[in-house]
């Protein structure tokens, strides 16, 4: 079975955004996933000291086939540093991994089919 791990921002640590919606919406996702036959996981960050340690334990967990980069993280230029940081990380720890980047929560699937 492939496997996928979606890293996005934790929706708790975002100013004004209802995150235990967008929490939901992102276990949706990864329900989503199942749907399609994809073992999924996902992990949540906050750009603060924690990031890199969360992130390698995440990518060194198991041999992931895809890792799909959310679009907060990419889309948000006050991020960048916390993107470039999470695509050297999935070099480093990860790299038989294909990197996927989704638009939204929503249309991880999609991103990470691109590439299985």
């Known amino acids: 079975m492939a496997s996928v791990l979606v890293v996005g921002y934790d929706p708790q640590a975002i100013p004004g955004v209802d995150g235990k919606a967008l929490r939901t919406a992102l276990d949706a ?9 994809v073992d ?3 992990t949540l960050l ?5 990031a890199e340690t969360t992130l390698v334990a995440s990518l060194t967990e198991r041999p992931w086939d895809v890792i799909v980069v959310g679009g907060g993280i990419r889309k948000t230029e006050q991020l960048l540093p916390l993107f470039e940081q999470i695509v ?5 720890h990860a790299p ?14 999609e991103a990470a089919q691109r590439w299985l």
Do not use: K, P, W
């Open 88 to 92: 050297n990380l999935v070099r480093r």
């Open 46 to 50: 906050v750009f603060d000291g924690s």
């Open 29 to 37: 996702e990864l329900e989503r996933f199942g749907e399609h036959g």
């Open 40 to 42: 999924a996981g996902m």
């Open 96 to 109: 038989q991994a294909a990197i996927a980047f989704n638009t939204s929560g929503g249309d991880s699937v």
